[in-house]
C-alpha cells in the first residue's frame, strides 16, 4: 500500500477494505461517494468487473458499505452508485443502518443502439444517506436550478395576496439529467466508467462545505478528488489500479512523474492526428525558406561575372 499527497489531498494506492481498514480513520469523513465495480464486466485497465456469482460480489460490497459507515462522521451525508439489478440489495442493507433520504436516477441520453429485444437502460440509480436526518448538511442555495413555472412561462400564483409570479429557482428533484462523459469531452480521461463533473459538483456542493472532508473508496479517474479541490474541500481518494493512480496524481497537480515518469495526459486519436500534421506544416513552414535560400544561393554561383 503507497500513499501520495498532502495534507489536503490524500491518495491510497491499494484494496478498498484494507485501506479503510487501515489508513481512514472513524467518523472522519464529512461526505462519502461511492462508485464501486457494478459486477457486469466492464474492463478496467485488463481487470474484469466480475465476480463467480451475486452472492460473492455482496459480501464483498456489504464489506466496504460497513466500513464506510464506520468512517462516516455522525453530521455526514453518504452517496452510493451500483447497477440497477443490485441497488435493491445495496437498499436493504443500507436502510437499516441509515437513513436514505433520496433515490435519485441519473438520467442520461444516448447517441447509440441500447437495445435490441429489450428496454435499454439510461439510467444509474444513487441512494442519498444521512446518519442524522435531524443534524446534517444540505446547502440549498448552492444547487438551485430554474423553476420552468416562474423563470419560464412567468405563471402567477393567485393564492397569495398580492398575487405574484412563482419562484424563479428550486430544488432539483431525483431526477438528474447529465450526459456521460464522451471521448470528445476536454474532461475525459482513459477509464471506462469516469462520472461528469457537473454530477460530482452538485452532490459535494450540497452536502459538504469549504474546508471539510470527502472521501472517495473507488477513485477511478478522480473526478470526485478534482471537483472536491476545485471547491476547496479535501479530499481522501483509493484506487487499485496503478495507471489510475497516476491520473489522480496529474489530475489534482500533485506530481508531475511517477516512477521517474513525466505525467501527460494521453492524447485521443484524433489530438494525435492533428498533432501531426501541425507539425508537419511547422516543418514545412521552417523549411521551405531554407530550400528558397540554397536555391538562391546555388544560383548566384552559375551566374556570369559582371564585366
Known amino acids: 500500500m503507497e500513499i501520495f499527497g498532502n495534507k489536503c489531498h490524500k491518495i491510497i494506492h491499494g484494496n478498498t477494505v484494507d485501506a479503510l481498514t487501515r489508513e481512514v480513520k472513524d467518523s472522519s469523513a464529512d461526505l462519502i461517494f461511492i462508485d464501486p465495480p457494478y459486477n457486469i464486466g466492464k474492463n478496467f485497465n485488463g481487470h474484469k468487473d466480475r465476480w463467480e456469482n451475486d452472492s460473492d460480489y455482496l459480501e464483498w460490497s456489504y464489506s466496504w458499505l460497513q466500513l464506510c459507515i464506520k468512517k462516516l462522521k455522525p453530521t455526514g451525508s453518504l452517496y452510493?452508485?451500483?447497477?440497477?439489478?443490485?441497488?435493491?440489495?445495496?437498499?436493504?442493507?443500507?436502510r437499516n443502518k441509515l437513513n436514505v433520504l433520496s433515490r435519485i436516477v441519473w438520467?442520461?441520453?444516448?447517441?447509440?443502439?441500447?437495445?435490441?429485444?429489450?428496454?435499454?437502460?439510461l439510467y444509474e440509480p444513487i441512494l442519498f444517506c444521512v446518519k442524522d436526518k435531524n443534524n446534517y448538511t444540505f446547502n440549498v442555495d448552492e444547487i438551485l436550478v430554474d423553476a420552468k413555472t416562474g423563470s419560464e412561462r412567468k405563471l402567477i400564483d393567485y393564492r397569495k395576496d398580492?398575487?405574484?409570479?412563482?419562484?424563479?429557482?428550486?430544488?432539483?428533484?431525483?431526477?438528474?439529467?447529465?450526459?456521460?462523459?464522451?471521448?470528445?469531452?476536454?474532461?475525459?480521461?482513459?477509464?471506462?466508467?469516469q462520472k461528469p463533473i457537473a454530477l460530482l459538483e452538485r452532490i459535494i456542493k450540497a452536502s459538504s462545505r469549504p474546508g471539510e472532508t470527502v472521501l472517495d473508496p473507488f477513485a477511478g479517474s478522480f473526478t470526485t478528488a478534482y471537483v472536491s479541490q476545485q471547491l476547496g474541500r479535501k479530499s481522501i481518494s483509493i484506487e487499485l489500479q496503478e495507471d489510475y493512480i497516476k491520473i489522480g496524481l496529474r489530475r489534482l497537480n500533485l506530481s508531475d512523474e511517477y516512477k521517474g515518469k513525466k505525467l501527460i495526459k494521453e492524447l485521443k486519436t484524433y489530438e494525435e492526428i492533428r498533432l501531426n500534421k501541425e507539425q508537419l506544416l511547422l516543418f514545412e513552414k521552417n523549411d521551405k525558406p531554407y530550400l528558397h535560400r540554397k536555391n538562391k544561393k546555388n544560383t548566384e554561383k552559375k551566374l556570369p561575372k559582371s564585366k
Open 107 to 121: 438520467y442520461y441520453d444516448s447517441s447509440g443502439v441500447q437495445a435490441k429485444n429489450y428496454f435499454g437502460s
Open 80 to 94: 452510493v452508485m451500483t447497477s440497477t439489478q443490485f441497488m435493491p440489495y445495496f437498499d436493504i442493507f443500507l
Open 162 to 193: 398580492p398575487p405574484q409570479v412563482y419562484n424563479s429557482k428550486k430544488v432539483p428533484g431525483n431526477v438528474w439529467e447529465f450526459p456521460r462523459v464522451r471521448y470528445r469531452m476536454d474532461e475525459y480521461e482513459s477509464h471506462p466508467t
